[in-house]
């Protein structure tokens, strides 16, 4: 493979992770260079090998797993053994970063908490996310994204006023604690570069889920009336046009352009003269959804983004995710990539999301067979091949 960035070069991080916030978390790291070695349960695997998504498996490989662990190496370890234990406090004895999104408690009855690691391993940083924090009563529930966008009203917000809670497309709560907790540990790295200093950090998937909210949430802290729109305007917030408008061939989105400006680019309709005025574009902006809408259900998609684009109003197509590989704006930043896996074989994963001027992040590793490193690790402790055997038909590992 070309050789890729190596930003975090000489960085290791041991990783006890699970599902997708952790794994995420891990790929940015491993992406930007870091030794990232994944600790696995030996029998069957964690719950990212196992399920997918839309039952969406290629030559029987999970595109789950895929999707969060390139650039990773795997080592498997019963952890219930008190071997395995000690495998894991060796390979965290070397380790930069400790990541763990295991439910609070079970890392510190395994030995393998912050204060017990910290203690051979100084300048430690550990990193660690949960759903509602490590400590407080609720902690032992499930931290799981849907139940998070339930929790801090990102659903309730979401959607329209006699409608349902509407969900995000997408797993959003996971994947921005996943950032958050990679943007900490980066913090984490330059502060114990400056002062020497290790840490502790923590990530909560409901400060993530507040986080993603922080406009509109901040709006309604500080007075302000926040709710659902009772058309489909796209937020609790926004002054209209802010919405999707169907058309012939499906729906164009609007965003914060002046209604004075759409009504040029449509000829000047009667139907808006009432609304020209821009402070009624916040006051009145569900009636003027229901004016604007029946004026743009003759054109087709392309026909209205070339007109209003002319008249510079700010407007997307919506686009399913078949249209998506196929727009130019996206094909452009050709943010896909093809691999070779030797199971699977062709998969088609999205790539790192930041660029650097300093080179290119190119996948190093595929994502692991399920315990692929472990003679490989383990051998790197300074275990010999009759150990490592023993260890196997133990099943330690």
């Known amino acids: 493979m070309p050789e890729s960035l190596k930003l975090l ?14 794994p995420a ?28 998504g839309a039952g969406s498996f290629v030559n029987g490989v999970s595109t789950f797993f895929m999707l969060a662990h ?62 509602y924090g490590s400590d407080g009563p609720h902690r032992q529930l499930p931290g799981q994204d849907l139940l998070l966008q339930a929790i801090t009203g990102l659903a309730a917000m979401t959607g329209s006023r006699d409608g349902f809670p509407v969900a995000a497309g997408a797993a959003v709560v996971d994947q921005h604690s996943a950032a958050l907790l990679a943007m900490g540990i980066l913090g984490a790295l330059h502060h114990r570069g400056v002062s020497g200093e290790g840490q502790q950090l923590e990530v909560t998937m409901v400060q993530g889920a507040l986080d993603l909210q922080a406009e509109p949430l901040l709006y309604h802290l500080n007075g302000a009336t926040v709710e659902r729109p009772r058309v489909p305007l796209a937020s609790s917030f926004h002054e209209a046009p802010y919405g999707f408008y169907r058309v012939q061939d499906g729906y164009v989105a609007l965003s914060l352009s002046p209604i004075e400006l759409l009504s040029e680019a449509l ?3 009667a139907e808006l003269q009432p609304y020209l005025d821009p402070a009624l574009a916040l006051t009145k902006r569900e009636e003027i959804y229901l004016a604007l809408s029946p004026l743009l259900t003759g054109y087709t998609k392309t026909e209205l983004l070339d007109l209003f684009r002319s008249h ?8 399913d995710y078949d249209d998506v590989v196929m727009d130019d704006t996206i094909a452009r ?22 660029r650097y001027s300093s080179g290119e992040v190119r996948p190093q590793r595929l994502p692991p067979s399920h315990g692929e490193h472990t003679d490989e690790l383990l051998a790197e402790l300074g275990y010999g091949e009759e150990e490592v055997r023993n260890l196997r038909e133990s099943r330690i590992v």
Not at 9 to 22: D, E, S, W
Not at 85 to 112: H, S, T, W, Y
Not at 312 to 319: G, L
């Open 70 to 131: 390139r650039n990773v190496r795997s080592i498997t370890l019963d952890l219930k053994r008190e071997e395995a234990q000690k495998i894991a406090r060796e390979l965290c004895r070397d380790a930069d970063v400790v990541l763990v999104n295991f439910r609070p408690g079970i890392m510190e009855k395994l030995g393998l908490g912050y204060e017990d690691l910290s203690q051979e391993n100084q300048d430690l940083i550990y990193a660690s996310a949960s759903g």
């Open 267 to 269: 000829g000047r309709p």
């Open 333 to 354: 930043l050709e943010p896909i990539q093809e691999i070779e896996h030797p199971e699977a074989g062709k998969v088609r994963l999205l790539k790192h999301p930041v």
């Open 312 to 319: 510079d109003i700010w407007c997307a197509p919506v686009n």
């Open 25 to 52: 978390a891990a790929q940015y790291l491993a992406d930007m260079g870091a030794d990232v070695i994944k600790i696995e349960e030996p029998t069957r695997g964690p719950h990212e090998r196992r399920w997918a």
């Open 9 to 22: 070069k000489g960085v290791r991080v041991v990783a006890f992770t699970q599902f997708l916030l952790g």
